[in-house]
């Protein structure tokens, strides 16, 4: 508890305090595309989206509160699923692990539907939902078949066939048109997976390190 809660505050922090200064200026810039394109319609009806935070101070606390308790849940995800392995942890594993958890939570379902920033052109939520599940367990699937040390090449093709399988089905597509231009959708994109990445390299490398001084 005491590495999933410190790692997972510090790496949420540090996801933040990186996304405030690269994300964050990305998607309040499509927010004005996404602003201007439903001024420019103004008979489309939209959906209400119900209470959201009021830009400035508001915004940017609950935005760095819910990015630190999502850490937490994260670090939970991630040291409960390395401790029922039995294997001892340290910040080399972590890091691995982390790396691992990016892999199938951010990067392999980012082959399909890679982040997409406000105003931006995507499929239904249900649909999305569901090939991002099936991927990252798909995805973790395949790594869990292939890491492992004694895996015959059966097993080790069926971890080929796991990581391959979503995407040969295929993402589901876009709907409507965007209102953000491409360039700003492919610099929205990588800011997201790089700090992404960094947040789960910090999450296990810091756990990691906690969990291996407390057991000492």
């Known amino acids: 508890m005491l590495a999933v809660f410190s790692s997972g505050a510090l790496a949420g922090f540090v996801l933040f305090a990186v996304q405030h200064f690269t994300v ?4 309040e810039t499509a927010e004005t595309y996404e602003n201007a394109a439903q001024q420019s319609h103004p008979g489309v009806v939209h959906e209400d989206e119900g209470w959201q935070p009021a ?4 915004r940017t606390s609950f935005t760095a509160l819910t990015t630190m308790l999502s850490g937490i849940g994260f670090a939970a995800m991630l040291f409960g699923s390395l ?3 039995g294997s001892r942890v340290n910040a080399r594993r972590g890091a691995l692990w982390g790396l691992a958890a990016f892999a199938c939570f951010a990067l392999a379902p980012a082959f399909g539907l890679p982040p997409q920033p406000p105003g931006t052109a995507v499929a239904g939520l249900y649909e999305r939902q569901v090939w991002w599940t099936g991927t990252a367990i798909a995805t973790a699937a395949g790594l869990w078949l292939l890491a492992g040390r004694g895996r015959s090449w059966p097993v080790r093709l069926g971890g080929v066939v796991c990581l391959s399988l979503p995407h040969l089905i295929g993402a589901p597509g876009a709907i409507g048109q965007s209102a953000v231009p491409a360039q700003l959708i492919h610099q929205f994109t990588m800011a997201s997976l790089a700090t992404t990445g960094l947040f789960w390299l910090v999450l296990g490398t810091i756990g990691g390190l906690i969990y291996e001084r407390a057991e000492s």
């Open 24 to 27: 964050i200026p990305l998607i």
């Open 55 to 58: 830009n400035g101070w508001e």
């Open 83 to 85: 401790a029922l392995t």
